[in-house]
């Protein structure tokens, strides 16, 4: 195999903020990996409080003997290799997931969605995400978002009826609400969870402290709408707590390394009655078609990253009415890429 990254800063079009702090960039590892004549892409989306960096990322991919990864790929296997040659880095063991799921669609001459059984007529509408901000910065931001038919909105600070306010006197599209463990009192929280309600809100991420998961059991068994673990769920090994603590959970790829890892997790949702929301971090249109693909399997999708930025290096995926459209092109059907993007470096 011949390796090849690439260090990439992606910077987003607005400063964005969460419940616990504010960036205006994200480190990327971009990644090439060629197996005879067939190249794959990958990304690794590394956002600072996974705790990830460009120096952790090349060291694990020197850890990588890759003549022991060959064609047929088995795919647990490979994340049980590479979870072996260290722990956590899930953003860069996503990023070899992604780029060999990428070439395992090419060699087979299919999408990735038909390899994993997505219907695209399944599709659901992606969100786009508003971080905490001033009113009049969110609404500013609400024009870049005038194709959506979806808002996803950051709460868990003072403001948070400030925000929903703000949103609901310029669009009365449905919303997403991602508190990001913000909330501390559980009484406090079903107050402003039916409040939500009443706004229109139709989902809520991660309410309260991940590690609290009484309190989040609690506000589940009294929610009027669907509750979803974020933080609280990274891997497929996380999941058996879960069950009837939150309605449903939020697939990262950047969180569950990569594509099979997560396809394996929204089957253990679907098997625990659970409901399943797919995300991203900051990402390129690389792995945002990674996660596209599985998005058909999921009820709902949050998918924005090349939205989000101002200098994804591939093209953008195709949208239109709220939706991605999927081409029938083999593997993650990434288009746009520059050749000159990936000198080639061996590992």
């Known amino acids: 195999m011949k390796i090849s990254c690439k260090q990439f800063e992606l910077e987003l079009k607005h400063p964005f903020s969460i419940s616990k702090f504010t960036r205006t960039s994200t480190p990327l590892m971009l990644l090439k990996v060629q197996y005879e004549d067939v190249i794959g892409y990958g990304e690794a989306s590394m956002v600072p409080y996974m705790g990830e960096s460009y120096e952790s990322a090349n060291a694990f991919l020197k850890l990588v003997d890759w003549n022991t990864i060959q064609y047929p790929f088995n795919f647990g296997a490979i994340i049980s290799y590479l979870d072996s040659l260290a722990p956590g880095q899930p953003a860069i063991k996503a990023a070899i997931d992604i780029a060999l799921n990428d070439i395992n669609g090419k060699i087979l001459n299919k999408p990735c969605y038909e390899i994993y059984g997505a219907e695209l007529a399944k599709m659901p509408v992606t969100s786009y995400t508003i971080g905490i901000d001033t009113p009049e910065v969110i609404r500013e931001k609400l024009k870049d978002a005038e194709a959506f038919k979806v808002i996803k909105v950051k ?12 949103i609901r006197s310029m669009t009365d599209v449905p919303l997403y609400v991602d508190a990001n463990q913000g909330w501390a009192d559980k009484i406090q929280a079903i107050d402003l969870i039916y409040w939500l ?145 990936f000198p080639y470096t061996t590992f």
Not at 155 to 166: A, F, Q, S, V
Not at 204 to 219: F, V
């Open 155 to 166: 709460l868990g600070r003072d403001n948070d009826k400030e925000i929903i306010e703000t």
């Open 197 to 341: 309600h009443n706004k229109g809100v139709v989902l809520i991420e991660q309410p309260m402290d991940k590690n609290n998961l009484d309190g989040n059991a609690w506000l589940t068994e009294r929610s009027p709408i669907p509750l979803l673990a974020d933080e609280a769920v990274q891997r497929l090994a996380d999941m058996g707590q879960l069950k009837g603590a939150y309605h449903g959970i939020n697939v990262k790829l950047m969180k569950s390394c990569g594509m099979y890892e997560g396809h394996q997790m929204i089957i253990k949702a679907r098997s625990f009655g659970m409901k399943v929301l797919i995300g991203c971090m900051s990402e390129t249109s690389c792995a945002t078609l990674a996660a596209i693909a599985l998005a058909p399997l999921c009820n709902w999708a949050d998918l924005d990253g090349p939205w989000l930025t101002k200098n994804n290096p591939f093209a953008n995926p195709q949208f239109e009415n709220g939706k991605y459209i999927l081409k029938d092109l083999p593997g993650l059907g990434l288009e746009g890429v520059n050749p000159d993007l």
